[in-house]
């Protein structure tokens, strides 16, 4: 899990990065998402009850930090002249969710 959740994380970083220097294109890194559950595969990685409870404790911390964060960029996208984050605030909060689960996922790993 601790695999899943770094790639989580690196992938939300990266797609991230990647709108803020090429825009909407940037979206495409976000493909990498769909290699997970095939590298897990070919990994041989199976999660055990502890880790799907884990899981879910994660889901649901980042679904509260994450409607934190739409919230947050939906109301700050009105209330500026930039129109990238106009047009893009939702790419953006898509990302920030991914990044969130993973950094949550690594942070509950370590601590719990």
Do not use: Q
């Not at 294109?25 to 070919?42: C, D, Q, R, T």
């Not at 199976?46 to 889901?59: G, M, V």
Request: proline share 2%; charged share 10%; glycine share 8%.
């Amino acid at each position: 899990m601790k695999f899943r959740y770094f790639i989580e994380f690196f992938i939300g970083f990266l797609t991230i990065l990647a709108i803020l220097i090429w825009g909407s294109k940037g979206m495409v890194v976000f493909a990498l998402i769909a290699l997970i559950p095939i590298i897990m595969w070919i990994k041989g990685i199976k999660p055990d009850e502890r880790e799907l409870a884990l899981l879910h404790n994660t889901n649901s911390a980042s679904i509260v930090l994450s409607v934190i964060i739409f919230f947050l960029l939906y109301f700050y996208s009105g209330n500026t002249s930039n129109t990238f984050v106009i047009s893009n605030w939702w790419k953006l909060a898509i990302c920030s969710f991914v990044t969130l689960h993973g950094g949550i996922g690594l942070f509950h790993l370590k601590y719990k």
